[in-house]
């Protein structure tokens, strides 16, 4: 991987959120919004809760949420991205519902990333911009390397046009919804939020570029990857 920022912290939750929300200010400040892309699974819960209490004061008006991927699955599901995202953050931090993209995970995999995907490039026509670009991008790691819901021998790898895609992972027998690496490399910042105490060996593989994990392929056309990587207190 080119050149990662990588930060090491036993005070993983707390730095992780003072993180975005500085993220937060330098783009409200630069553009007058931010425009995050939140990550799913477990590792984020506990990250936008601090999030939804250090960070009440923001306009949440002003900021505009997306997701990196989601289960196909309905919103009101326990295995949805969205709803842990909502209980944990939307909810706590009182975000306006006009400031949230959901994936529909409840309708045809396809139709639901070409609906996203139609979303995010009205915006981006709306800035100018070809591709949407986020100010921030989380993004967590699996323990096969995979991102979002970039798996590893999934077609959705070898993307290069499509900005969201429906992608079928054999592994999970299921379809997820996910960004494709176009689209994340447009990102201005690109944050990995990962706990170092269970994929120490696969977080060095990754950093040291191992192209056998999807994670170790994301780039930013704007800088180098950040990653904070949660590590228990010194003994
Ligand atoms: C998902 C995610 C996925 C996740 C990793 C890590 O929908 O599962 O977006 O990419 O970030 O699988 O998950 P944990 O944080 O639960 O380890």
Redesign the pocket.
Known sequence: MATADVRRTSAFVRDAAEFIRQQARIALAERGEFRIAL??????RPVYQELARIARDLPWERIFVTF??E?CVPPEDEQS?YRMARESLLVPAAVPDRSVARLRGEIDPRLAAQEYEAQLDVLATQKGEVIYRHDLIL????EDG????LFPATAALEEQARRVVANFVPKLNAWRLTFTFPLIEQGRRICFLV?GE?HRELIEKVLQGDRAYPASRVRSTNGPVTWIIGEAAAA
């Open positions: 990550s799913g699974g477990n590792t984020p990196g991927d289960r991205n993004l967590g790691l699996g995979h991102t979002a819901s706990n269970k």
